[in-house]
């Protein structure tokens, strides 16, 4: 007869408690395009190179680098994300985003936690979500 034994390890994160993801590189075809575009969000460039751009905005950073090669039609990085404070900041940047004429992804949307989000493209067709969630700020 099979015996099956559950064993539990309890996991020790590596990343000290103060540990945060605070920076994104992503690999671009449309450096200028997606300059203007991130800085449009608030993205201050702090670095350019004919090939390289380094933003940064609230401690947190984005590198764009400028590639020639083709990407395959499904990428491993599904969209990068904004937080936002209130489910009327999600809401003020939709309008932002629409009266910008942005490629809009996904119209607002609640989800049953109270979270509230909605995405654009970028001019190289990366997805970015603008996201209220209620436990990150306090709230849930």
């Not at 993801?21 to 575009?37: G, M, R, S, T, Y």
């Not at 969209?79 to 996904?106: N, R, W």
Request: glycine letters at 6%; hydrophobic letters at 40%.
């Amino acid at each position: 007869s099979n015996h099956y034994f559950l064993i539990t390890i309890r996991l020790v994160p590596m990343l000290p408690k103060n540990a945060s993801l605070k920076h994104i590189a992503l690999a671009v075809h449309k450096l200028d395009e997606c300059e203007k575009f991130y800085n449009l969000l608030g993205m201050r460039t702090e670095l350019k190179t004919t090939d390289y751009i380094y933003l940064t905005n609230n401690g947190d950073s984005l590198s764009l680098h400028k590639v020639a090669h083709t990407f395959a039609s499904n990428q491993r990085l599904e969209h990068i994300g904004f937080a936002v404070d209130s489910i009327a900041a999600v809401d003020q940047l939709y309008q932002d985003a629409t009266s910008h004429y942005l490629t809009i992804a996904s119209t607002p949307k609640t989800f049953g936690n109270g979270t509230r989000s909605f995405s654009v493209f970028d001019p190289d067709g990366i997805e970015v979500e603008f996201t209220y969630h209620p436990p990150m700020w306090g709230a849930g």
